[in-house]
């Protein structure tokens, strides 16, 4: 059964510097996501991305924040300058469009920890 | 803005007993709706979704949840609770196919032998 994977599962990174998150959506879904759970915290949404650009951001997703897809497999996210309070389980998730097919397919995520 | 709730973060249950999880959405056209589990340290894993037509819809795993709109609710049920089922549950929305999804706050169901 096709799946949305992300690696790596677990990353630690020093306060200040730059991490890339690295997602590979199922091959024929078009819209892809970033969500991110706090711990303790609900699931909250990040950015959409549709065509080759951004289709919807939230307030969260500042200049820090960016997602690339750079070779029509994978979907990255990149924070540049991480914060303490950046750590989280950062959750890939992708979709087809389609009446009926309007679900998110969520990959395992992975566990941000900034020290 | 569209809103999810969920009452009570945690449920106990025991094994066999039904388990019945409450989720309510503010907004002002019925959004789709739709059930994640997330099982320890795993990602979200859909249950079941609500899009058009019947208002009662089956999932995985023996959940089912009822669209009513007159109460905008999406409750999920399972006649039958089962260790397996110790998860926490999320309930979202979103307003159409393609479109960000707004999580409920989560439930956490502990089933007891």
């Known amino acids: 059964e096709p799946e949305v994977t992300q690696t790596p599962s677990h990353q630690v990174t020093q306060m200040g510097q730059e991490v890339i998150l690295r997602c590979v959506p199922i091959s024929n879904h078009l819209y892809f996501y970033w969500y991110r759970q706090i711990l303790g915290q609900k699931v909250e949404f990040l950015v959409s991305f549709y065509n080759n650009e951004i289709s919807e951001k939230s307030e969260i997703f500042d200049d820090q924040f960016s997602v690339e897809r750079p070779d029509g497999s994978n979907f990255t996210l990149k924070i540049r300058s991480t914060k303490l309070e950046d750590s989280a389980m950062y959750f890939c998730?992708?979709?087809?469009?389609?009446?009926?097919?309007?679900?998110?397919?969520f990959g395992q995520g992975t566990r941000l920890t900034v020290v | 803005a569209q809103s999810v709730t969920q009452l009570g973060s945690h449920v106990s249950v025991s094994e066999g007993a039904l388990v019945l999880l409450r989720c309510n959405y503010s907004?002002?056209?019925?959004?789709?709706l739709f059930w994640y589990v997330q099982y320890p340290n795993q990602g979200l894993q859909l249950l079941l979704k609500y899009t058009t037509g019947a208002t009662l819809v089956k999932g995985i795993n023996g959940f089912e949840a009822e669209f009513k709109k007159s109460e905008t609710s999406f409750h999920l049920t399972k006649p039958s609770a089962h260790m397996s089922d110790a998860a926490e549950y999320f309930c979202a929305a979103t307003k159409a196919a393609g479109n960000k999804l707004t999580f409920g706050g989560g439930t956490r169901v502990l089933v007891k032998p």
């Open positions: 907004s002002s056209v019925p959004p789709y």
């Open positions: 998730a992708s979709s087809i469009i389609g009446q009926l097919n309007t679900e998110a397919f």
